[in-house]
């Protein structure tokens, strides 16, 4: 079986040869109206497409290996104007050859030579223009293709380094913790020594995916919460709230980790006593919606412009994804803050 691409070449092959033989066929009828006898016609118009066909194609052929500039434009014309003028010469040389005890016929030949030049290089120059275009047409997709692999490869660059700005955050804090740890309590240190290795080993199998179902970033989430929970101890208290139904759909990795790290610097360290985090996932429509919901004390919190480090690296790593800018927002019911996140579920991402 052939490749698409074969069937495609093939198709293009069929279909001009089709054209060319109609249009044999039509010219042919009108050298007959004109008064030659049916052979003659057919001869004559096969000739002389086939020769003009043959010019046609030549300068197909060269401007593969020479493309004007703009101010050579000109040179098309006069390539045009040349190969007209060398195929009527042939033309006239061949049928003159093969009709040379046809008198009629020559004097028919003799007479139509300024219309079957003006012929020649309107078909050659139609058919240098359609090359021409079908050239610009194929550079312009290879452009745009070159064009989206860059864009990939920088957003994809882009990505990489927005994760890589987020996990120090995590990762000295999760440090300062077991040092202080080791002296008093060594077995909860060397407990979040093993949980801290757990998931920094996770988060580097991830680094090669963009996508992944939401149950393995719960999983990976509770690997971060039980380190923070070590951390702060009874103070944290976590709640995840998901169904069957949302567990395969599609997120982005390593997404939920600093928007709940974002909860839990507003919910504990402006905040004294227990706190909360909720997690909530749901399916709306085409979207999975992440809620994440924690305490907010507005009297002892510091005032903050936007919305932090963490969650504009989180709407700027969606938009890079989705080309979207309202899957993240962030507001206050009394002394509650809420992140919400939707996933669309209709789009494919480049792995």
């Known amino acids: 079986s052939l490749s698409p691409q074969a069937l495609s070449y093939r198709n293009m092959i069929f279909t001009y040869v089709a054209w060319w033989l109609i249009w044999i066929a039509i010219q042919t009828l009108v050298l007959h109206r004109l008064g030659l006898q049916l052979s003659e016609a057919i001869i004559d118009s ?7 066909t043959i010019a046609g ?5 060269t401007s593969r290996y020479y493309t004007p500039n703009t101010k050579n434009r000109w040179y098309r014309f006069v390539w045009s ?3 007209a003028f060398l195929a009527t010469i042939a033309i006239r040389w061949i049928l003159h050859f093969i009709f040379s005890d046809n008198e009629s016929y020559l004097s028919f030949l003799t007479l139509s030579m300024p219309i079957r030049f003006i012929f020649a290089f309107l078909m050659i120059s139609f058919m240098a223009v359609i090359s021409w275009l079908v ?3 194929r550079d312009e997709k290879e452009s745009i293709a070159r064009k989206e692999d860059a864009e990939r490869l920088l957003r994809e660059a882009e990505l990489s380094n927005l994760r890589q700005q987020i996990q120090p955050h995590f990762l000295f804090n999760s440090l300062n913790s077991i040092s202080a740890l080791a002296g008093s309590r060594p077995e909860e240190a060397r407990k979040m020594i093993q949980q801290l290795s757990d998931f920094l080993r996770g988060t580097l199998k991830k680094d090669d995916q963009q996508l992944v179902n939401l149950s393995d ?6 690997l971060y919460l039980e380190i923070e929970k070590v951390r702060f101890g009874h103070r944290l208290q976590t709640e995840i709230v998901s169904s069957d139904e949302t567990l395969p759909l599609k997120i982005p990795t390593l997404l939920l980790q600093p928007i709940v790290e974002n909860a839990i610097k507003f919910g ?13 996932c749901k399916k709306d429509g085409q979207f999975l ?8 004390d507005a009297s002892t919190a510091k005032p903050k412009k936007g919305m932090g480090f963490g969650l504009n690296s989180i709407q700027r790593r969606l938009y890079l994804l989705y080309h ?8 206050q019911r009394e002394n509650i803050f809420i992140t919400i996140v939707k996933i669309p579920q209709t789009l494919n991402i480049e792995h």
Request: charged residues 15%; negative net charge.
């Open 135 to 137: 050239r610009q047409m």
């Open 57 to 61: 194609y030549t300068t197909e052929i």
């Open 289 to 296: 919606m992440v809620q994440v919901e924690n305490p907010y």
């Open 81 to 83: 104007i040349a190969l």
């Open 46 to 52: 096969a000739i002389s497409n086939i020769l003009i």
């Open 324 to 331: 979207r800018n309202d899957l993240l927002s962030a507001q």
């Open 217 to 222: 970033e719960l999983q990976h989430l509770n």
């Open 268 to 280: 504990l360290y402006d905040t004294i006593g227990e706190t909360s985090i909720k997690i909530s």
